[in-house]
C-alpha cells in the first residue's frame, strides 16, 4: 500500500505563488510516476501535471496547457517526495489538488488551494 500526503495549500492573490507537496510512504517502488490533480467545485478532476520516472535517464514531465510555463513538478530522487511549484496563479486555479501516484492506483485526500483578491 502507499498512502500520499499533501500540503501547502492556502488563500493568496492572484499573481501570487504557492507550493505544493505530497509525501509518500508505504511501497513507494511499487510506482514508477506520480502526478498533481485538481478539481474545481462542480467539476471533474483534471490533470495538472505528471512526471515520469525512467530510471537513470531523466524524468518526462507533461503538463496541463492551461499551467505550461506557470507551474513545474518535481521530486526528490528518495521517491517520497513531489511538489508542484505553483507562480504567476489565477482565480481559475482554485480547486482541491490531489497527489497521486502508480496511473491513479493511489490518492492523497487533497489540499485547497484558493487564489482571490
Known amino acids: 500500500q502507499v498512502q500520499l500526503v499533501e500540503s501547502g495549500g492556502d488563500l493568496v492573490q492572484p499573481g501570487g505563488s504557492l507550493r505544493l507537496s505530497c509525501a509518500a510512504s508505504g511501497s513507494i517502488y511499487s510506482f514508477n510516476d506520480m502526478g498533481w490533480y485538481h478539481q474545481a467545485p462542480g467539476k471533474q478532476r483534471e490533470l495538472v501535471a505528471t512526471?515520469?520516472?525512467?530510471?537513470?535517464?531523466?524524468?518526462?514531465?507533461v503538463y496541463a496547457d492551461s499551467v505550461k510555463g506557470r507551474f513545474t513538478i518535481s521530486r526528490n530522487s528518495a521517491r517520497n517526495m513531489m511538489w508542484l511549484q505553483m507562480n504567476s496563479l489565477k482565480p481559475d486555479d482554485t480547486a482541491v489538488y490531489y497527489c497521486?501516484?502508480?496511473?491513479?492506483?493511489?490518492w492523497g485526500q487533497g489540499t485547497q488551494v484558493t487564489v482571490s483578491s
Open positions: 497521486s501516484a502508480g496511473g491513479g492506483r493511489y
Open positions: 512526471i515520469i520516472f525512467r530510471g537513470t535517464l531523466s524524468d518526462v514531465t
